[in-house]
């Protein structure tokens, strides 16, 4: 009946063992249901709330006001000729992605459970999903950053065209982190319970409250071993432009998230087949 | 037409007792590490060869082992067995959701499968939202969907309702319109597990409808069911599964009656010595469960004529429960022969149950089953209408036919029962005094 007579797919299932690669064709061939779950995960999140989408940017908001007071005012840490708060803010948008992706994405694979117990797809699109979806949350934080330019008269130099790059980053970056944390959460639920402290430990050692250039200058390339370092100064570099670029410390960062996120795929593959039985 | 669908060879499928258990923290994994030779077994058993746990090592099972088939396209093929015989083991691992530990099939065209309806639905999403997502979720195109899209509203009759969150939708309307989602997804090869049709008589009629329209189109189908009758009408051919290993492949008129004529008897008394393992969940828990005649020892044969006890002692784990089971007895045919719950008179009914042990017994009396193969699915109720517990095929025993009121004929007594009903034949008039009349 189908108009479309494709030619018929011929798939074999056998069993596989040690390291398998990642099939980037069968996960385009399920781009809709990869679509289709982030599209849920975004209608779902603020319904029934009674703040809805003001979410997103409350949460980035208040800790920067409190950073403002407590880092910025009383314990007067230099944000490098940029307004504290604009400071702050501007390194807290890309960092509350970071930290609700890794949250939302590493327990998307036990909170799918019964989708993994009764119908084949890629798992990665999973974790995918739930990463992407908070990019929705991200872009709606980042008009309010804008916003506090405005109001604070900081005009972004061409720098700002890097920016994508640096969202790019971002996102692959909490990806690379979901996909470990979600396959072990599969094996081991003690996952669920390290993810906040492991974002919160996060949060204090990348440059959110206070600039890399607190960490003395021959130690600024073991600081790129944080990815988020090299995201966050790529933000403030890209939108303030008061600093230099981030450089050296940068190109750490981007080796460690692209090590990171390949042995991340291939763990996953790794355990991807005993999801079902274990989970 | 006699293309080949699926090709299995050789499949396997091991499972350790305990690895389906919620889950494993890091604590076990590294007190596990800490014993080197616990370990060793473990790694060497992720890539198990056939023959590499040795049949003293108690901790795994073979959930699947050595099948191997063959199913031309357009072919219905019906599965059946008890429970843990493989059935579902089997359609796991054609439709990918787990991998065989041991040989492989080769699976040509595009794989459905409706292990369960309502895969993905979402509470806070609406009607159409879910239509949509669960469609993706099974595997349909955007396009098909949107296609499908009114056909399935109105087979869901849901059409009022349609931009409203499905959390409001009662129960029936919920599951009605994951089972039309389900229902209008059209896979080169079809995968259904019996589950989909738990629900309403009305719901499990449209679903048999749909697997025979299927079936009817030259799709193929792989199909699961305790359901006879249903397999002998949709399917073209049956596959036994026991143990994980196939029994029988052919015909299924042939492979059922085998089936139903060796595989049962031995589920007529059933003690489960430790609780974890027994069936139930945290509120109920069973202990044991059998059928035994009402006089004589308990191990006699339950002829038509004997009245029988289904006995079910079950632990109640939480104080105050308000608990009644509910027993379906199925013949042969998979139809429903009865429904007993407790009576008015029973002494526990209505009143709130202290934790403890508990037995139930139901008394059946003589000439009230036909003869054959009876299978008893156990439902436990809370408040008179919340399921808390169920398990199919809990019990399954054999209804012997001693000739009784037979008469000297010896063929196959039609009927789900056979009661024996008050009969009088009177004689009015003879034909001689009619004749002594005329002339």
């Known amino acids: 009946m189908d108009q479309t007579t494709t030619a018929r797919r011929t798939t074999t299932v056998r069993p596989t063992s040690g390291w398998v690669a990642v099939r980037p064709r069968e996960l385009w061939d399920y781009r809709e249901l990869f679509y289709f779950l982030t599209w849920r995960d975004v209608k779902v999140r603020y319904k029934q709330t009674a703040f809805g989408a003001a979410w997103a940017v409350l949460q980035p908001f208040m800790t920067m006001v409190a950073f403002s007071l407590f880092f910025g005012s009383l314990a007067g840490i230099s944000s490098g000729g940029v307004p504290y708060p604009v400071f702050a803010f501007a390194a807290l948008v890309p960092w509350t992605f970071f930290a609700t992706s890794v949250a939302l994405a590493g327990n998307s694979l036990v909170e799918h459970e019964r989708m993994l117990t009764k119908v084949y797809f890629p798992r990665l699109i999973v974790p995918a999903a739930a990463v992407l979806s908070c990019l929705v949350d991200f872009a709606i934080a980042f008009l309010v950053l804008l916003g506090m330019m405005l109001v604070y008269g900081i005009t972004p130099s061409t720098a700002i065209l890097a920016l994508p790059f640096f969202v790019v980053l971002a996102a692959v970056t909490a990806l690379a982190v979901a996909v470990w944390l979600s396959a072990l959460n599969v094996l081991y639920r003690d996952v669920r319970y390290t993810i906040p402290f492991l974002v919160q430990f996060w949060l204090f050692v990348s440059p959110v409250a206070y600039p890399s250039s607190l960490v003395p200058e021959s130690w600024r390339m073991v600081y790129g071993l944080n990815p988020m370092a090299g995201v966050i100064e790529g933000f403030r570099w890209a939108l303030l432009g008061e600093s230099d670029p981030p450089g050296p410390m940068l190109a750490v960062s981007v080796l460690v998230v692209a090590a990171l996120l390949a042995g991340g795929l291939l763990f996953f593959r790794r355990m991807e087949r005993s999801f079902a039985d274990v989970v | ?439």
């Not at chain 2, 299978?375 to 019990?395: G, K, M």
């Not at chain 2, 063929?411 to 009088?424: Q, S, T, Y």
């Open chain 2, 1 to 439: 037409m006699t293309d080949v669908a699926i090709r299995a060879v050789e499949l396997g499928k091991i499972y350790r007792l305990g690895e389906r258990q919620p889950y494993r923290t890091l604590r076990d994994a590294v007190a596990a590490a800490a014993t080197p030779a616990r370990l060793r077994c473990r790694s060497r058993a992720r890539r198990v060869t056939p023959d590499a746990p040795a049949s003293s090592d108690r901790d795994w099972i073979w959930a699947l082992r050595d099948l191997s088939f063959e199913l031309s396209e357009g072919e219905a093929l019906g599965i059946i067995g008890r429970n843990g015989a493989g059935k579902s083991t089997l359609l796991k691992i054609l439709s990918q959701i787990t991998e065989p530990t041991t040989g492989e099939a080769v699976i040509v065209g595009r794989v459905g499968a409706l292990l369960e309806v309502g895969t993905g639905f979402h509470p806070e999403l609406t009607g159409r939202e879910n239509i949509a997502l669960n469609g993706a979720i099974l595997g349909m195109r955007r396009k098909e969907i949107e296609r499908r899209f009114d056909e399935i509203v109105t087979f869901a009759g849901v059409e009022r309702f349609i931009d409203t969150p499905v959390k409001r939708y009662s129960s029936g309307m919920h599951a009605r319109l994951a089972f039309a989602v389900a229902a209008h997804h059209e896979p080169d090869i079809l995968i259904v597990d019996e589950v989909l049709a738990v629900g309403d008589t009305e719901f499990q009629k449209r679903c048999m409808g749909k697997m025979g329209q299927a079936a009817r189109s030259g799709r193929t189908v792989l199909f699961v069911s305790h359901n006879m009758a249903a397999i002998e009408s949709l399917c073209s051919r049956a596959l036994w599964l026991d143990g994980g290993r196939c029994v029988a492949d052919g015909a299924p008129a042939k492979v059922i009656s085998d089936y139903l004529a060796t595989s049962l008897s031995a589920l007529n008394d059933r003690l489960w010595a430790q609780p974890d393992l027994a069936p139930g969940n945290e509120r109920v828990r069973l202990r044991r469960v059998r059928v035994r005649p009402e006089q004589g020892a308990p191990e006699d044969p339950i002829l038509v004529t004997t009245p029988f006890l289904i006995e079910i002692e079950y632990w109640n784990m939480r104080a105050g429960a308000h608990l009644n089971l509910s027993l379906h007895v199925y013949n042969e045919q998979g139809v429903i022969v009865f429904n007993a719950v407790p009576t008015e008179e029973t002494l526990w009914r209505g009143r709130p149950f202290p934790r403890g042990l508990f037995r139930d017994s139901c008394h059946v009396p003589a000439h009230l089953l036909n003869d054959g193969v009876h299978r008893i699915e156990l439902l436990v109720v809370e408040d008179a209408a919340r399921v808390i517990h169920r398990t199919d095929d809990i019990l399954v025993f054999d209804v012997r036919d001693d000739g009784e009121g037979r008469s000297g004929w010896y063929g196959r007594w039609p009927g789900a029962v056979r009661p024996r009903l008050a009969w009088e034949t009177e004689c009015l008039v003879t034909s001689d005094a009619v004749a002594q009349d005329d002339g």
